[in-house]
């Protein structure tokens, strides 16, 4: 295994592991769509964590849990659009399943930043 103590802020150059790398077919069996945060709450137990619904345009909501708690009060995300992972495997953390992932970035501060489309775009279209 390969570590790297990196510094967000210098240019770093990595030599190139061919086993990291992915061929255009494997990665367009990710299942990238936006959905739209219908309802957001803190898990109980957890500081971590939230519980989301998200619309993707599927007969019910999506419930993804995602460890942003600590950077976004669950007010503030009901009705924003989001870009999750539809196709991962469910995974039970706290008890609940979560059926998905919402992508988002670190800040140079190490805030978690959710990705969102900068013009409106219906639940469930597909990034391609």
């Known amino acids: 295994m390969l570590i790297y103590n990196v510094n967000p802020l210098e240019k770093q150059?990595?030599?190139?592991?061919?086993w990291l790398?992915?061929?255009?077919?494997?990665?367009?069996?990710?299942?990238?769509?936006?959905?739209?945060?219908?309802?957001a709450e803190r898990v109980e137990g957890s500081e971590k964590l939230l519980k989301l619904q998200v619309d993707i345009a599927e007969p019910e909501p999506r419930q993804i849990l995602s460890g942003?708690?600590?950077?976004?009060?669950p007010e503030d995300l009901t009705g924003k659009s989001v870009v999750i992972i539809a196709n991962l495997e469910p995974r039970m953390m706290m008890g609940m399943e979560s059926n998905g992932m919402l992508l988002a970035a670190h800040g140079e501060d190490g805030a978690a930043v959710i990705f969102s489309p900068i013009k409106e775009v219906p639940p469930g279209a597909k990034i391609s």
């Not at 150059?13 to 061919?18: E, I, Y």
């Not at 990238?32 to 945060?37: F, N, P, S, T």
Request: charged content about 25%; aromatic content about 12%.
């Open 13 to 18: 150059t990595f030599p190139v592991l061919s």
């Open 21 to 39: 790398l992915m061929t255009i077919d494997e990665f367009q069996k990710s299942d990238l769509r936006v959905g739209k945060i219908v309802s």
């Open 68 to 73: 942003i708690a600590k950077w976004y009060a």
